[in-house]
Every structure is written in C-alpha cells, then in structure tokens.
C-alpha cells in the first residue's frame, strides 16, 4: 500500500499549496454547506461537520468563510443547491475508481468526468461496477521520523485502531469510521504531526502500473481533483514512490 500511502501525501501537500489560490476552498465551502444543510449547523451533533470544519482549518479558511457556507446550509442565507453524486468507472490498467461529486448541474459534471476518463485511458461504468472493491475506513499517516513504531502501535491500538502498518517511509494506521475522530486526536495530543488524517475509501486489492499506464494515472488524478464538482477520487492503483515523487 506504499504508493497508495506516497500519493495520499502528495495530495495533502499540494491541498496546502492550493488553498493559497483559493483552489481547495471551493471544495470546502461545498461540503461545509451541504453538511450543515443535511446535520444542521451545530458541529457538536454532526460529525460530517465536525470533519469538514476541521479540514477547513487545517488549510487556513478563514472563520468567515466557514460561517457563511455553513450558514448557507441551514437557510440562514441564500445559497446554490448542490446533488452529491457518486461515480464509479475505470482508469488506466484496469484500475478501480470512486469519484465523489457536488454539484449544481449533473449533465455538465458527468460530461467533464467522461471528456477526462476518456482522454486517458479510462471509462465510466455502471453503478455498484467498483465500489464493492473499497472499505470506508479511517486512514492515518505518520512519517517514521516523527514518532517510535512500538510506542505508536501501543497508543494507537489503545485508542480505537484496526490495525497499523510499517512501510519503507511511513506508519499506516487504520480504524473503523467510528473511532477515527478519538484515534486522531489521541496521536495528536501525544504530539505526533500526522501526515495525513482521513476517513477514506480504502481498496481492498490494488493493480501495480508502471510507464506510460502510470503517468496516465497520475494525469487522470490530477486531472480529476482539480475539477471544482469534484470531492473525492478513490482508486486503488499501486504506483511506485519513484515516479509518484517524479510526477
């Protein structure tokens, strides 16, 4: 799950480096909306909220702005109408992809997703074609240089996780949906900087690519995430660290 883990990373660092052009915003501002609209706006009772307000924070939306989308959701001022839409399809190689969507005009959406699958070596399929592959999890990151292996393991299974991997780089540390927001906070306070902090679609078997399948891949993310409808892209490509880290 390395280059699952490698790309996880990479793409929470360029969310960093997005927000300064108010790219990540976008994104944010949708799901704060529409979590309120469907949970109300108080984040003590809504965990979907809660989350969102937390990634909000994380890329340094102002107060604000968080209180006018959320404000938005619950009618307290006029807002756009958002449908959230799951699409599930193929990439390059066979790959298994979820792409999570919002937005105000499915027929516009649908044809951008399709232009870009289409353009690179990928298709769309019919609902329930991939989503068997995935588990909702709670997904955690922590680089090796940031904390012990067997103090983490301890605290992390003490506080709710499933399980916790080692790789070349990295600590992987998975959890049920449930227990995420606890396991997250208890690494925190034990003053471990996490690198990624997720509730994610985890596959459950991942398909190796190389060459041009993979650059394809890394293009058709890329390509994908930084269209404003879309939310969250899930695949479960294997693409070695060196060409991630090359792309």
């Not at 799901?31 to 809660?50: F, H, M, Q, S």
């Not at 699409?87 to 999570?100: D, Q, R, S």
Request: proline share 3%; with cysteine; charged share 25%.
């Amino acid at each position: 799950m390395s280059g699952h883990s490698k790309w996880a990373t990479t793409r929470h660092k360029k969310a960093a480096a997005d927000a300064k052009r108010g790219k990540v915003f976008t994104k944010i501002t949708k799901e704060l909306t529409v979590a309120a609209k469907i949970g109300g706006g108080d984040p003590a009772g809504n965990p979907r909220l809660r989350t969102a307000i937390a990634n909000a924070k994380a890329v340094s939306m102002p107060a604000d702005n968080m209180k006018r989308a959320i404000q938005k959701g619950t009618g307290e001022l006029p807002g756009v109408s958002y449908e959230e839409v799951t699409f599930e399809g193929y990439g390059p190689g066979g790959v298994a992809l979820l792409i999570e969507v919002m937005t105000d005009n499915r027929n516009r959406t649908v044809a951008e997703i399709r232009h870009a699958l289409g353009k690179l070596g990928g298709n769309l399929g019919e609902s329930g074609c991939v989503s068997w592959m995935f588990n909702k999890k709670g997904y955690i990151v922590v680089s090796r240089d940031n904390a012990d292996e067997e103090k983490l393991m301890a605290l992390a299974l003490d506080s709710g996780a499933e399980d916790m991997q080692g790789e070349e780089d990295n600590f992987v540390i998975t959890s049920a949906p449930g227990d995420f927001e606890g396991l997250k906070k208890a690494i925190e306070d034990a003053g471990v900087a996490l690198e990624v902090a997720e509730v994610t679609m985890i596959p459950q078997t991942f398909v190796k690519l190389e060459g041009k399948e993979a650059q394809q891949m890394i293009r058709l993310m890329e390509t994908l995430e930084d269209s404003d409808d879309v939310q969250n892209v899930y695949a479960n490509f294997d693409i070695p660290e060196e060409i991630l880290a090359a792309g």
